[in-house]
């Protein structure tokens, strides 16, 4: 429907004044060569499609019944996947639908909320949908985070990280100390990139380690990226029973039952194949190694990531028409039209192929 012909008479003044997020579009064309969403470029675990051709063809209970409506054995996998209680974990339709719960929950309050300026652009929707004051703290210049410039009364702190579309990664010290400074806030981590990241040597990444020590950082996850199911549309968040109660309490003032019975099964089966997504996990890792190396190559500067995606400033700083001569030749990247980050790329790491297509085609456009 084009704009002009829509009658808001009949919206609420919500509905009237939201500014709704805008993803990264899913174009339909052959041969497409996709680095703009950060979608993994290998399957999901072939279990995952048994598991839930099993749930389909279960004649006794299959999609005639409903859901669990806590997705018990899901949590429960997932509780022992990462050394947890099942009371810790709470489970959602998308990591979104977890932070739309995690606003609702936990920032609609006086204080104001605080976030990077440059980070997931679904933080700031939220925050309007739900009514909540956002604060967004400026990152360095070189777009690392200042755990002191968060030294400020607020109702929490939601950060990415690694963030996005950085794919810089926060040391886990420097969360402890934001909790422990701010113990009347929640601190979320949104870890959509963590299974990426690489640790140094006797180093811990997640802040899933921290969250029986801290009960005010809230960990959400998801299974969009490294778990190859954004179509699945399953995510998580990990902390504290008391953090994980209100989510629980939230979503049933909401939607019951926000996972099916197909994307519990195929979820929890993901999670039985443990080899699987570490050799997919390794692969990204070296591939994005790759991608980086030849952007430098390119003259590129090439921020170090520690997720599925390179951010990446070409030569002459002229991402835009970089990106349209790109998408002439089906090659899909993110830039985005915004203060402090319009001279940069956001690149999905692809397959070898769909990295050597790029890296051909950055080549003759420079050349
Ligand atoms: C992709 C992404 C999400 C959303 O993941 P879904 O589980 O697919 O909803 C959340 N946060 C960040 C930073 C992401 O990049």
């Known amino acids: 429907m084009s704009e002009q012909k829509i009658d808001t008479r009949l919206w609420s003044t919500k509905a009237k004044n939201l500014t709704p997020y805008v993803p990264g579009e899913q174009p339909k064309h052959d041969n497409l060569c996709k ?78 909320l605080l976030a990077p300026d440059i980070s997931y652009s679904f933080y700031p929707v939220y925050a309007e949908t739900f009514g909540v004051e956002l604060i967004t703290i400026p990152l360095r210049d070189d777009f690392s985070i200042d755990p002191d410039d968060y030294r400020r009364p607020c109702s929490g702190i939601i950060v990415a990280n690694p963030n996005a579309p950085t794919g810089l990664l926060l040391p886990l010290p420097a969360i402890a100390k934001m909790a422990s400074e ?134 002459q700083g002229n991402a835009s028409e970089i990106a349209t001569s790109l998408r002439e030749q089906g090659i899909i990247v993110r830039h985005f039209n915004k203060p402090r980050i319009n001279e940069h790329l956001r690149i999905t790491v692809g397959t070898i192929e769909q990295t050597k297509r790029l890296i051909k085609a950055l080549s003759e456009l420079s050349g």
């Open 35 to 112: 680095l703009n969403t950060n979608e993994n470029p290998y399957p999901p675990s072939p279990k995952v499609a048994a598991a839930i051709t099993a749930e389909l063809t279960d004649q006794a209970s299959g999609l005639r019944l409903y859901p669990a409506p806590e997705s018990d054995e899901l949590r429960q996998s997932l509780a022992t996947t990462y050394g947890l209680a099942p009371e810790q974990v709470f489970v959602g339709n998308g990591s979104d639908e977890v932070l739309a719960l995690v606003f609702a929950a936990f920032f609609m309050k006086e204080r104001p």
């Open 182 to 315: 701010h113990p009347n806030a929640v601190i979320v981590i949104d870890e959509a990139y963590i299974d990426f990241a690489r640790a140094e040597e006797g180093k811990e990444v997640s802040a899933i380690h921290l969250i029986n020590e801290h009960d005010n950082i809230l960990v959400t996850q998801t299974f969009s990226k490294s778990r190859s199911l954004a179509g699945l549309r399953v995510g998580m968040a990990f902390g504290n029973a008391s953090l994980i109660e209100a989510l629980t309490r939230m979503k049933n003032s909401f939607n019951s039952f926000p996972l099916d019975k197909l994307a519990q099964a195929g979820a929890t089966a993901s999670l039985q194949d443990p080899d699987y997504f570490s050799q997919v996990c390794d692969n990204i890792i070296k591939l994005r190694d790759v991608m980086s190396r030849e952007l430098t190559k390119l003259g590129f500067e090439v921020i170090p990531s520690h997720a599925n995606f390179v951010f990446a400033r070409p030569p």
